[in-house]
């Protein structure tokens, strides 16, 4: 395939910045248009729930592309103005522009999802703005309610109690996070923000909303909070394209190249996309930073042709209670834990516990609170699946 003259990226996020820098660096000359929805210049969002909630970082100091490096790039950067509209090589902003170019990268990320009869002023968090929002109803608040005990609710709630608030978590499930950890390390992960301070209710479903401060729950208890912050996760943000003849339902599908597959010439990197895993048999989204990373880095190459890089495993990362938690690997695929360090597993000190998934007796993933000499030092193991024997002798 010969390569395109000019590539446009729909997204100035991570994956989108990550985009326009591996094409560059993978030595592409064409012209490239990277176009972004926020007014801001791209930056990065980890820190939205940690540092600039806290004040430990402004705005100024999270920023991904500065103009230096967008001169080097040779980017043509438009902000503040959406994506309406792809078709067959033109995309269409919002200010009634389009843009023609023969390849497409799709990276916009994410939408937080809101609960049915949500008021406007009850907080998400996805963007800068959601952010600073977020950090200015805090400044004078004694009290904070968290709905869903994912990561990014977690992270919130441990700021907010290191300030002296006092927080609550709803969490529907039996356990926090039980998507990313299963019953045992959630129940592991509970009992970090239990200890943490926070009141975590579990099985706690809400019912509604009766203000912007005050909830009602399944079983008739109303909670109050002077803020309250829905973190219940994000959906793909796929609503301006309309994307005939490709499979959304779970984020864009795309072949284990990012190639958005029922098209040509359109690829998909993070929060948007779900790839193809020939290790699970279906097309998943991992909502992680180094996905987002490494997916830019794939398309890139695919782009210009290059020599595929080597897939990655999924990792990811969460700053919360005054430790690290990391994955690596697929917890989803173990069918059992083992605790490899520490008494975590076991109901003793969380901090530096690091848990072993296995599928069978090979080992698929681990994940470590607190940890992180341990976790990756299992790297080379859970790429190729080791045998419980092998990581047993590495403890
Ligand atoms: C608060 C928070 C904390 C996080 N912390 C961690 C962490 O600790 N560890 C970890 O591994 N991951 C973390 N993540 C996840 C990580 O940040 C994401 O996986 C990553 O940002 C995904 O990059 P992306 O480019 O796919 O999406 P985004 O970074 O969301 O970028 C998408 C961009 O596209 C823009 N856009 C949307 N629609 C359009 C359109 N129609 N036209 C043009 N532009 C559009 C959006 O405005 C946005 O700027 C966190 C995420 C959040 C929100």
């Not at 998507?179 to 129940?187: D, N």
């Not at 996760?233 to 190639?259: F, L």
């Not at 834990?337 to 530096?352: R, T």
């Not at 080992?363 to 790297?379: D, E, N, S």
Request: hydrophobic share 45%.
């Amino acid at each position: 395939m010969s390569q395109p003259e000019h590539v446009v990226v729909i997204g100035a996020g991570l994956g989108g910045v990550r985009t326009v820098e591996q094409l560059r660096n993978a030595g592409f000359q064409g012209a490239i248009s990277l176009v972004g929805a926020e007014p801001h210049a791209p930056y990065d969002r980890p820190p939205l729930s940690k540092q600039i909630l806290t004040g430990a970082h402004g705005p100024e100091d999270i920023v991904l592309l500065g103009a230096d490096a967008l001169k080097k790039l040779n980017v043509d950067m438009r902000l503040g103005v959406p994506v309406v509209a792809l078709h067959e090589g033109v995309v269409e902003l919002a200010d009634g522009t389009t843009i023609e170019a023969d390849a497409f990268v799709i990276a916009t990320g994410a939408t937080p999802r809101r609960l049915p009869g949500q008021p406007d002023d009850v907080h998400t968090l996805r963007t800068l703005d959601d952010s600073l929002s977020l950090r200015s109803a805090l400044r004078d608040a004694t009290s904070l309610l968290v709905v869903g005990g994912g990561f990014i609710g977690a992270e919130v709630a441990s700021g907010a109690v290191g300030r002296g608030l006092k927080v609550t978590v709803l969490e529907a499930l039996p356990v926090p996070a039980d998507r990313a950890f299963g019953q045992e390390v959630g129940a592991v992960y509970g009992r970090l923000i239990t200890e943490g301070g926070v009141d975590l209710r579990l099985g706690a479903k809400l019912t509604r909303f009766l203000d912007s401060r005050t909830v009602e729950l399944a079983d008739g208890e109303r909670l109050s909070s002077d803020v309250v912050l829905v973190g219940i996760g994000a959906a793909p943000a796929v609503d301006w394209w309309d994307h005939e003849g490709v499979n959304t339902t779970h984020g864009i599908a795309c072949d284990s190249s990012g190639r958005v597959l029922g098209t040509s010439g359109v690829w998909a990197v993070g929060d948007v996309a779900a790839w193809d895993e020939p290790l699970r048999g279906e097309h998943v989204r991992h909502e992680h930073w180094t996905s987002a990373a490494d997916q830019a880095a794939i398309v890139a190459r695919d782009i210009v042709g290059a020599e595929p890089q080597k897939p990655t495993l999924p990792y990811f990362w969460s700053d919360q209670f005054g430790l690290r938690i990391q994955g690596l690997g697929h917890t989803e695929l173990g069918d059992s834990v083992a605790a490899l360090h520490g008494e975590g597993l076991s109901g003793g000190a969380i901090k530096g516990t690091v848990v072993g998934y296995f599928a069978g007796d090979r080992l698929v993933a681990v994940v470590g609170f607190g940890a992180a000499r341990w976790v990756v030092r299992y790297r080379a193991l859970i790429a190729k699946g080791a045998h419980h024997s092998e990581v047993f002798a590495l403890k």
